[in-house]
């Protein structure tokens, strides 16, 4: 069973940074993993992924601020968040995909809150 536990959330003033960990349990091999966040009132987005091989990919809002990296031998990946904006304020959680038996299936954490004061 794969389990996705999330870090590093809390409460920053605008401007400042935060690094957010997500650590992966049940997985063999290490995985495409994305964080995404969902803002007050709005849907989950996708911010940033990191594939297997090390290629990241983020969404524009946070191109230049965010950088995602992964470290394989401690089965984590990170989230550095820099220049935070209050429009960052939202439940961060990571997510990866998986083989279950025959089946492809989409692995979520809780999540962590981040909250970035004006």
């Known amino acids: 069973q794969v389990q996705l536990v999330e870090s590093g959330g809390g409460l920053v003033q605008a401007g400042g940074s935060l690094r957010l960990s997500c650590e992966a349990f049940?997985?063999?091999?290490?995985?495409?993993m994305s964080w995404y966040r969902q803002g007050p009132g709005k849907q989950r987005e996708l911010v940033a992924t990191i594939t297997s091989g090390g290629t990241t990919t983020y969404m524009d809002p946070v191109k230049g601020r965010f950088t995602i990296s992964r470290n394989n031998a401690k089965s984590t990946v990170y989230l550095q968040m820099n220049s935070l904006k209050p429009e960052d304020t939202g439940l961060y959680s990571c997510?990866?995909?998986?083989?279950?038996?025959?089946?492809?299936?989409?692995?979520w954490g809780q999540g962590t809150q981040e909250t970035v004061s004006s």
């Open positions: 049940g997985l063999f091999t290490p995985n495409d």
């Open positions: 997510g990866t995909k998986a083989m279950r038996g025959p089946d492809l299936m989409d692995y």
